[in-house]
């Protein structure tokens, strides 16, 4: 079968190496040339473009499957917004209709703060900027899916998958500042919502396989660890000094305000994925 990967990054590569090994034709998109390099190498079809250029989305091939999982490059200058709403807008226009579109959305779409659970009927009312461009972001993806007279997709074609916080190998939050001894600066009661992101990967083969088309789903290990013990096993396994927390003297800013406990129940009962790291102290072993 044949693959696309728009935002080959971080989770979108392991997706695309999972799909290559078990024999699929894998397209991966890149800005640059030189990694449009790498990905041949890695026995991906490379396919230069940037969703922000329409132009350049005119060559997207025809697959079975999409994994949309464009995150922002600061370092291209473009605001969050014009990424992930126009950068979407953009895309579904050029795309040729595929049977599956899964989007890789995020949990900050929901505002809780006062440490209660969440599932994927839960109000959508994100309190920070970010999770309101992601919601504009799926909400851009449900319209076109809807609307039949544009070609991007069928109705009911694509799946969102809402990720709680991605770690792994080389994506340790605040490692660099742990192993310096540097206290961490926030509350330290609160809640933090993680998946390992080869468990990520192997979520979204399970979406494909099994996932139900205009479905929403929460990523995550289900196992919910308030920060201090998930820094304080981080430095730990790190040989870092012992860790210290402190409150924040100024407002805090809108990320710090989140405390949420996110279910996964629906993604264990209807995608039934193997999770490797159902817990954070194996997950971090593994990654340091």
């Not at 799946?159 to 509350?187: K, T």
């Not at 390992?196 to 996932?211: C, K, P, S, W």
Request: glycine fraction near 10%; hydrophobic fraction near 40%.
């Amino acid at each position: 079968m044949r693959k696309l990967v728009i935002g080959c990054g971080y989770l979108g590569r392991r997706v695309a190496a999972m799909w290559r090994d078990a024999g699929d034709q894998v397209f991966a998109t890149t800005r640059h040339a030189a990694e449009a390099n790498r990905f041949r190498a890695d026995g991906f079809k490379p396919v230069v473009c940037d969703v922000l250029d329409a132009a350049s989305l005119a060559h997207l091939p025809p697959v079975d499957t999409v994994l949309y999982a464009i995150g922002l490059d600061r370092a291209s200058g473009a605001s969050m917004r014009t990424v992930y709403v126009d950068g979407m807008a953009n895309a579904l226009k050029y795309l040729p209709p595929p049977g599956r579109f899964i989007y890789i959305s995020s949990s900050s779409v929901y505002g809780q703060s006062d440490g209660g659970w969440v599932d994927e009927e839960s109000p959508t009312e994100p309190q920070e900027e970010s999770g309101r461009i992601v919601l504009e972001a799926e909400r851009t993806l449900s319209s076109f899916s809807a609307r039949r007279h544009l070609r991007a997709l069928s109705e009911d074609s694509h799946i969102i998958l809402r990720f709680g916080g991605i770690y792994g190998p080389g994506r340790l939050l605040r490692r660099a500042a742990i192993e310096r001894g540097e206290p961490i600066v926030g509350d330290a009661d609160k809640w933090l919502n993680l998946i390992h992101a080869d468990d990520g990967a192997h979520v979204i083969l399970a979406t494909e396989a099994r996932g139900t088309p205009g479905r929403v789903y929460n990523v995550c290990d289900g196992a919910p660890v308030r920060r201090r013990d998930f820094y304080t096993e981080l430095a730990r396994v790190l040989g870092a000094p012992a860790l210290q927390f402190v409150l924040s003297k100024g407002e805090m800013p809108p990320h710090e305000m989140a405390n949420r406990r996110i279910r996964n129940v629906r993604m264990m009962e209807e995608l039934r994925p193997e999770l490797r790291y159902p817990r954070y102290v194996a997950g971090l072993a593994a990654s340091v």
